[in-house]
């Protein structure tokens, strides 16, 4: 059995209850998987850097149902407590429907439901909340829920009184507590690593953990049911290579599934700071520029002026090379925000920087056979940025949302769409067999 912390809606505390659970849990020395729903990048690394293993995401759109569930068993192999944090609302997902929905994927696995209310605004009307999301959708077992920014003592009397003849469990109660906001920037959190608030914050996310959930009806809704587990991945490993990973505080917007594809099909992967590294290491067959923040840094990654030159290098000498959005826009011509920055200059563009947030899921069909894809293959893929190019490729990689996007050859995939390899495995595949051909 695993958990899911769901909201009746975003912003309601979903990610502090998940992180204070997973703080407390792994503080005891229990060993604590962690899932994100849907296709963000942030929150799991505040799970992972609170329970040492990597959190997963678990998204019905980017990947399958099977997929989903083929995931979670073989990861919740050996664990103590399984966690999985929702996205939005219980039932928000694709488009309006409830594909992709934290209820798509409780439904899935069959698990019980933890619904976190924010109440500050609320009184005796918490009680025709918590009933509709009850009887919306009877296939759902909403287990219990999280009070969370109660104002006082009084207000809580007032939310325990009106769920009481509902029969549904207060599991934790939160009290109002501005000392545990995190602090944010233009797409969300601010990374952990980034983060001094967070290091100080864990001690505090262990002492609500313990001291704010009802523990003796918690625990047996947290353990993995012992059923043995597929193979997350069934492939054979290819030819050995060598494949450079951009990880730093500029790059580091990557699936955990991912990167673990590419290892179980033989790559041996290898960190690369475009921040830090004077030059890129020698004997890549490739490279993975995933997304990041290199608008943030780029200042710093345009005075590294002889790794730039040494990526130049390497792409003229046939490296595999695939950039996802933030790696996109460090292959451009530069990043104009407040001021203009150049960078590796292989795409025939700039990228600024915009007020708009392209987001959502996307479709796109491939008019170019890339590093990975092949000319006519359709895929499901995600955006998540503020900034735009000044020029639309002239021969696009494909169309999306009715726009050229993207650039693309045999030794090249660079777009601004997010792309989930490890419920794909062709992609990863075609992409270490190109690599293997750089010698």
Known sequence: ???????????????????????????????????????????????????????????????????????????????????????????DGQGGSHEGSTAHIAQLLQAPILLVLDVQKQAASVAALVYGFCHYDPSLRIAGVVLNRVASDRHRQILEAALAPLGVPILGILYRDQTLSLPSRHLGLVPPQESVEFQHLRDRLVHLGNTCFDWERLTPLLAPAPTPSSPLFSVAPLTPVTIGIAQDAAFHFYYA?????????????????????????????????????????APDLAANHSFLESLRQAMQGGLALYAECGGLMYLSQGIQAQHYYPLVGYLPTVTHMGKKLTLGYRQATALQTTVCIVAGETVQGHE????????????????????????????????????????????????LQQAAKVG
């Open 1 to 91: 059995m695993v958990l899911v912390i769901a909201g009746d809606r975003s912003g309601v505390g979903k990610t502090t209850v998940a992180l204070a659970l997973n703080a407390a849990l792994t503080a005891r020395g229990q060993r604590v998987q962690t899932f994100k729903v849907g296709p963000d990048y942030i929150d799991p690394l505040f799970h992972t850097s609170i329970s040492g293993r990597p959190c997963r995401n678990l998204d019905a759109v980017l990947t399958s149902a099977d997929y989903i569930r083929t995931c979670v068993g073989y990861h919740s192999q050996g664990m103590d407590a399984v966690l999985i944090e929702g996205v939005m609302g219980l039932f």
């Open 384 to 431: 998540f940025h503020y900034s735009y190019v000044s020029a639309l490729p002239t021969t696009p990689l494909w169309q999306l949302d009715g726009q050229p996007e993207g650039w693309g050859n045999s030794r090249l995939h660079a777009s601004y769409l997010h792309l989930h390899w490890g419920g794909h495995p062709q992609w990863a595949m075609r992409f």
């Open 257 to 297: 599934d991912t990167l673990d594809l590419l290892q179980a099909l033989g790559a041996t992967l290898v960190p690369v700071s475009p921040l830090r590294d004077t030059r890129l290491p020698t004997g890549l067959n490739g490279l993975i520029l995933g997304g990041g923040f290199p608008e943030v840094f």
